[in-house]
């Protein structure tokens, strides 16, 4: 399947999903450590991560197909939320949490 395909089924298919650098348990930058850690702490028990150092070819489309160019990135139900800041400032605001809620994710 080709990349762009790959990453539209990954949001497509899964509520909540967090392309970052490592995975939960050992992140490998500090902003991914941080917006996982916002995700958990929103209530995300079903959070969908993609390591990004292990598919290189998902990490280097990813800005494409999002327009955004850093990471880490989030996504409900296939939409582009943001990165590690607005992950943050969602759950400074409280609307982290409502946002997991509507997931069906909390």
Not at 71 to 85: K, S, V, Y
């Amino acid at each position: 399947m080709p990349v762009m395909e790959q990453i539209q089924a990954e949001v497509e298919q899964h509520p909540l999903v967090l392309f970052m650098k490592g995975t939960p348990q050992y992140p490998m930058c500090g902003f991914s450590s941080r917006a996982v850690q916002a995700l958990l702490a929103a209530g995300a028990i079903n959070l969908r991560t993609v390591n990004l150092l292990e598919f290189p070819e998902v990490r280097a489309n990813l800005p494409r197909y999002s327009n955004l160019a850093t990471f880490p990135q989030f996504f409900m139900h296939g939409e582009l939320i943001g990165g590690c800041d607005i992950i943050l400032e969602l759950l400074e605001s409280g609307e982290l949490k409502r946002i997991v809620a509507e997931a069906g994710q909390a």
